[in-house]
T-cell receptor, first 116, second 116 residues
Framework: GENVEQHPSTLSVQEGDSAVIKCTYS??????FPWYKQELGKRPQLIID?????GEKKDQRIAVTLNKTAKHFSLHITETQPEDSAVYFC???????????????FGKGTHLIIQP | DAGITQSPRYKITETGRQVTLMCHQT?????MFWYRQDLGHGLRLIYY???????DKGEVPDGYVVSRSKTENFPLTLESATRSQTSVYFC???????????????FGPGTRLTVL
């Protein structure tokens, strides 16, 4: 089955600096790669996603890049702010019969700390 | 986010007891999922369902049973709870279809289960 590795497990950056979180996946059939943000005690919330036919996607301060050949994708957050502090999870779709994201395999998470 | 709810939010039970966690969504989403979240493991897929009466195993299905007699409900049952099933359980849903807009999974608020 799919295996997703995520690094680093903890990332501390100064407010205003950029943060980069990297993930690799194993199943070349995966075609959907979301990133979720989870604050303490809350549910995961989607912040950005990318499909396999796209190499990069940007939404304001957040961007995701995908390298299908190398099977890795990254989350980039620029001009970090205190409210960006949270745990971030990458995920890759599990191929199923439905044609869409029939379940996700998640990385183990990155605890992002924004230092004031 | 009131569209997907879970009950109970907190549950304490004893080893060997049967426990059912409820998940209800009001969006008429075709797909529903159950994940468990443990420190050091991220989120792991237990079971998913593509439609009423269609279910499939995820990464960690052992010890769990699901059913889906109605589109809006997807209960998860632990037939004989074990301490290793102490975890936070998240239900999620997404619309059916395979286009780009159908991939996002929406998570419920979670159920914190403790097995003594």
């Amino acid at each position: 089955g799919e295996n997703v590795e995520q690094h680093p497990s903890t990332l501390s950056v100064q407010e205003g600096d950029s943060a980069v979180i990297k993930c690799t996946y194993s199943d070349s059939a995966s075609n959907y790669f979301p990133w979720y943000k989870q604050e303490l005690g809350k549910r995961p919330q989607l912040i950005i996603d990318i499909r396999s036919n796209v190499g990069e996607k940007k939404d304001q301060r957040i961007a995701v890049t995908l390298n299908k050949t190398a099977k890795h994708f990254s989350l980039h957050i620029t001009e970090t702010q205190p409210e960006d502090s949270a745990v971030y999870f990458c995920a890759a779709s599990i191929k199923g019969s439905g044609g869409g994201a029939d379940g996700l395999t998640f990385g183990k998470g990155t605890h992002l700390i924004i230092q004031p | 986010d009131a569209g997907i709810t879970q009950s109970p939010r907190y549950k304490i039970t004893e080893t060997g007891r049967q426990v059912t966690l409820m998940c209800h969504q009001t969006w008429s989403h075709s797909y529903m999922f159950w994940y468990r979240q443990d420190l050091g493991h991220g989120l792991r897929l237990i079971y998913y369902s593509a439609a009423a009466d269609i279910t499939d195993k995820g990464e960690v299905p052992d010890g769990y049973v699901v059913s889906r007699s109605k589109t809006e409900n997807f209960p998860l049952t632990l037939e004989s709870a074990t301490r290793s099933q102490t975890s936070v359980y998240f239900c999620a849903s997404r619309p059916g279809g395979s286009g780009a807009s159908y991939n996002e999974q929406f998570f419920g608020p979670g159920t914190r289960l403790t097995v003594l």
